[in-house]
C-alpha cells in the first residue's frame, strides 16, 4: 500500500491483522495456559469453524473493497461464521474442566 499509494484496502489489512493475528494468538495463549481445555473436542471445533470462517472472509473482502461489491454477502457469511467460533470459544472459556477430553475417548467415538 506504502509503494503503491493506494490505501483503499487498508480495512482489510485491518482485519487480517487482528482477526488472523492477533485474536488467534490470544486464543493460542489461553489453550496453551490451559491445556486440559484446549484437548477438548469443542476447542478443535472452535479452531476449524474460525478459519473457516477467515478463509472465507478476508479474501472476498480485499476483492470487496477493490471494488467488487457482488462479494458483500460472502464477506457477511464469513463474518457470522467467526462471530460463531467466537461464541464457541467464549463457551470453552466459561466451560467448567470437567468434560472428557479427546484423548479420553475411546478410538471408535472420535
Do not use: C
Request: aromatic share 10%; net charge positive.
Amino acid at each position: 500500500m506504502a509503494i503503491s499509494g493506494d490505501h483503499g484496502a487498508f480495512p482489510a489489512h485491518a482485519h487480517i491483522n487482528l482477526l488472523g493475528w492477533v485474536t488467534s494468538a490470544i486464543f493460542g495463549g489461553y489453550y496453551a495456559l490451559n491445556p486440559a481445555k484446549a484437548a477438548r473436542r469443542i476447542a478443535m471445533v472452535h479452531f476449524g469453524v474460525y478459519n473457516v470462517g477467515l478463509v472465507i472472509m478476508l479474501p472476498a473482502l480485499y476483492l470487496m473493497l477493490q471494488g467488487n461489491t457482488a462479494l458483500e454477502p460472502i464477506v457477511a457469511g464469513g463474518s457470522l461464521i467467526v462471530a460463531a467460533a467466537v461464541l464457541l470459544f467464549a463457551l470453552v472459556v466459561f466451560s467448567s474442566g470437567s468434560v472428557r477430553s479427546v484423548s479420553e475417548l475411546s478410538p471408535a467415538t472420535r
